[in-house]
């Protein structure tokens, strides 16, 4: 973040960290002004940072500029989840 990237990209990035470490970096990445691609099993460090979700499945992906809570909770998301985890389509396009 100080050689003036515009891109960071994570893989896990709250693993192993205490609570401050990540409050920490959930301030640095909501203040930076570039794209930021990361995956994470953390419930709330998604809410806090993502504006866009990806869900890449076996048969498609689902690419959506929501909120993290919007996006488990909307039922079109759901439908579209549950088709390309059974295979049903097999090409997607939002």
Do not use: C, W
């Amino acid at each position: 973040m100080l050689s003036g990237a515009n891109v960071l990209i994570f893989d896990e990035p709250t693993n192993h960290l205490d609570l401050e470490a990540i409050t920490s970096l959930n301030e640095a990445l909501i203040d930076f002004p570039g794209v930021v691609l990361f995956n994470s099993h953390d419930h709330e460090f998604i809410s806090s940072i993502a504006n866009r979700i990806i869900e890449i499945t076996p048969n498609g992906i689902i690419d959506r500029m929501m909120s993290f809570e919007d996006y488990i909770n909307d039922e079109q998301v759901r439908q579209t989840r549950n088709e390309l985890y059974q295979g049903k389509i097999k090409k997607f396009n939002i």
